[in-house]
Each structure stands twice: as C-alpha cells, then as structure tokens.
C-alpha cells in the first residue's frame, strides 16, 4: 500500500526557533501533499495544498510567511515554522495524494511539535 | 457554507453494536470518507462511499444515502481496540476534503 514518512515524529523547540518538518511518499509520487494541523479533542484542519513546483495554496487564516511550505519533488514536501511561538504547538499531519487517484489521501504518522 | 455534523462522542458496551452518524452540506461531492484515529495518530482509512447504498468491510459497514446528505459508519462486535475518535470527511467539487470535528467512541468493558 501507500506509505508515507514524516519526520520528525517529535520536536521541542524553543520560541522564536524555526523547525522543518519533511513529509515523504515512500512508493508512489505524490502530485499533490496537504498540511494539516490538530489541536487536541479537535479535528483536522487543513492549513494548505501544495502542488509538485509550484507554490502552495494556503487555508484561510494561515499565515504563508510563519508556515513555509516547499513541495520540491514528486516524493518530498517540507513545511517550516518560523519564529515558533508556543501557540505554534500542535500536532502537524501531512498527507499524500497520487495523480491518477484522487479519491483518497495517504496520511504521514504525524509531528509533535512542542515550543517551549 | 460547507457543513459536516457528526456526534462529540459516543459510548458503547464490548462486543456490541454501534451506529455513528454524519450529515453533510458541501459545494459538489466526490465522495465520502470515514477515517478512524487513536489519540496521538495520524488518521487510518476505513471506507470510501460514493453512491448510495451500504459498503461491508468485515466488522465495519459504511451506508450513504446522496439525497439525504447523509452517512453512517456501523461497527460490529465492538472490541476495546475500537476505542478511538471517528472522522467523516467528504470530497468536495475540488476534490479536496472538509471533516468533521470527529466523533469520540468509548467502549466500556
């Protein structure tokens, strides 16, 4: 089946740091990837769709200079949180879909980002 | 708007049946997902529905009816493993996906 990395799985930072986070399709090539976010006791929340080489698409509301997101190849997207704050702590979900089937998304394990 | 209700959470004894329901309202329909996620997991596919009519995976069955916005997720002999949020999600026009806020089942022994 689809499987998709993400790493790392969890991350302490201090405020005003910057962290990656990289989201891999590991046997299929993702045209398109998606961040989300999840707060806890609440639902995902997609914060942008990132298309292979060109720029994301951001949710309304989510701030595209604090959350850079790069989809460089086929296989690997990458989102940064800049100047964290501790607001910032979440638990981010990528997510993978394939060109030629786009009934379904293949999630990553997720990121737990702590800033201190 | 684009709406999707489901219930906060729901309570239900080992070994039997339970019933989550989802109502939706979106721009265009592609389709509809359930997803079930542990605390502190990422969400895991459970079924995919787009006409109507009952989908059966094993102990987990998946019923949408298009006209009434509306979907269900059944779960059979219920296990403690069952213990997790479900999340219905629905394909919109743009084939992306609106959740819902998850439903929390509890199985009580």
């Known amino acids: 089946g689809a499987v998709v990395s993400q790493h790392p799985s969890w991350v302490i930072c201090k405020s005003g740091t910057s962290v990656k986070i990289e989201c891999r399709s590991l046997?299929?090539?993702?045209?398109?990837m998606f961040w989300y976010r999840q707060f806890p006791k609440q639902s995902l929340m997609l914060m942008a769709t990132?298309?292979?080489?060109?720029?994301?698409?951001?949710e309304q509301g989510v701030e595209k200079d604090k959350f850079l997101i790069n989809h460089a190849s086929l296989t690997l997207s990458t989102l940064t949180v800049t100047s964290a704050h501790p607001e910032d702590s979440s638990f981010y979900i990528c997510?993978?879909?394939?060109?030629?089937?786009?009934?379904?998304?293949?999630f990553g394990p997720g990121t737990r980002l702590t800033v201190t | 708007g684009q709406n999707i209700d489901q219930p906060t959470e729901m309570t239900a004894t080992e070994g039997a049946i339970v019933q989550i329901n989802c109502t939706y309202q979106t721009s265009g329909f592609n389709g509809l997902f359930w997803y079930q996620q542990h605390a502190g997991e990422a969400p895991t596919f459970l079924s995919y529905n787009v006409l109507d009519g009952l989908e059966e995976k094993g102990r987990f069955s998946s019923f949408l009816s298009r006209s009434k916005g509306y979907s269900y997720l059944l779960l059979k002999e219920l296990q403690m493993k069952d213990s997790a949020s479900y999340l219905c999600a629905v394909s919109d026009s743009n084939y992306q996906l609106i959740w819902g806020a998850g439903t929390k089942l509890i199985i009580k022994p």
């Open positions: 990132s298309n292979e080489g060109s720029k994301a698409t951001y």
């Open positions: 046997d299929f090539q993702a045209t398109t």
């Open positions: 997510s993978a879909r394939e060109d030629r089937d786009f009934h379904e998304q293949y």
